[in-house]
């Protein structure tokens, strides 16, 4: 498999960890979540709303 793959999906997990983090959600929880899931994670948060504190 080529290693653009494998850097492409790191890299959108971090940016998911970064959202998560925005969102007030746990950045390494959806970092993990995202390394499985891809851009199925990225979809469910970006639509989800921002918790409250």
């Known amino acids: 498999m080529d290693n ?4 492409g999906w790191g890299t959108l997990a971090l ?3 970064g959202l998560a983090q925005g ?3 746990s950045g390494m929880n959806w970092f993990l ?3 499985f899931f891809g ?3 990225t979809f469910f948060l ?4 921002k918790l409250t504190e």
Do not use: G, T, Y
């Open 4 to 7: 653009q793959f494998f850097v």
């Open 15 to 17: 940016i998911n960890a």
């Open 23 to 25: 969102k007030n959600r």
């Open 33 to 35: 979540l995202s390394l």
């Open 39 to 41: 851009p199925i994670a």
């Open 46 to 49: 970006v639509v989800s709303d």
